[in-house]
């Protein structure tokens, strides 16, 4: 925008879509914007740590996981990782076999599900323990840096709430693909312009794909929607709590 670096922050859900485009990523952005910190419900994300500054709930994203899950066994034989993919497919292949009939696993499966979750975080964290304080060198201080794996593995451990939250309530996405998806819009757009030429032009931008994506969501035509919105009439969504 202008030739500088902005971001595309997106808040959507099954009915309602918003974009708008900051200078900054994190808590700056985010309290412009003012969705998230008026959320009370879930917020399912890829687990960027001003996220959990805000009230409400948080879910992460369990697409992210399997793809870093895969590439560390593909790329790095990580045994347990392919096993904790199982199990994290395993439980959504569950959880989708009975939603129409319940909203959570019953008690004996979760505890199922989370005691073998918890052995496949062990049999991780035992291949790759924590790294050892640097003690040789004058100018080395702390722990040395974390791998791949450790980093997963410990946000598998302390967020686990966050990652099995689809498995307690069925309302919690799996994953935040739905942002993913509203996100391919604007990608293209950006393939084909590269750049908005001025602030104003991209929030307008973020404005109209923002009213188009809810239109398309709540099945009304885009082109009426645009129509009406130009003869003073917008199409306003029906919106049903959850």
């Known amino acids: 925008v202008v030739g500088k670096l902005n971001w595309l922050h997106v808040a959507s859900n099954a009915q309602l879509t918003y974009f708008d485009i900051h200078h900054k990523r994190g808590k700056e952005a985010i309290d412009d914007i003012d969705i998230l910190p008026r959320l009370r419900g879930y917020a399912i994300h890829d687990g960027f740590k001003s996220y959990f500054k805000y009230g409400g709930l948080h879910g992460l994203c369990n697409a992210h ?40 696993l019953d008690k004996d499966e979760i505890e199922e599900f989370e005691t073998l979750y918890q052995l496949i975080l062990e049999a991780g964290c035992y291949k790759n323990p924590p790294p050892e304080s640097n003690s040789k060198g004058k100018n080395t201080r702390g722990r040395r840096k974390k791998t791949k794996a450790r980093n997963l593995l410990d946000r598998l451990d302390q967020q686990r709430k966050e990652t099995l939250a689809f498995m307690h309530d069925f309302d919690v996405p799996f994953d935040n693909n739905q942002a993913e998806r509203d996100i391919r819009t604007v990608k293209i757009q950006q393939k084909i312009s590269g750049t908005f030429r001025s602030t104003r032009g991209a929030k307008n931008f973020c404005r109209i794909r923002s009213y188009i994506s809810t239109a398309r969501k709540n099945h009304a035509n885009s082109i009426e929607a645009i129509t009406n919105a130009l003869s003073g009439n917008p199409f306003l969504p029906t919106i049903h709590s959850t």
Do not use: P
Request: net charge neutral; glycine share 2%; proline share 0%.
């Open 65 to 104: 996981h399997l793809r870093e899950l895969t590439y560390l066994y593909e790329q790095e034989n990580q045994d347990w990782a392919k096993q904790m993919k199982g199990c994290l497919t395993d439980i959504k292949k569950r959880v989708d076999e009975i939603r129409s009939s319940a909203n959570q």
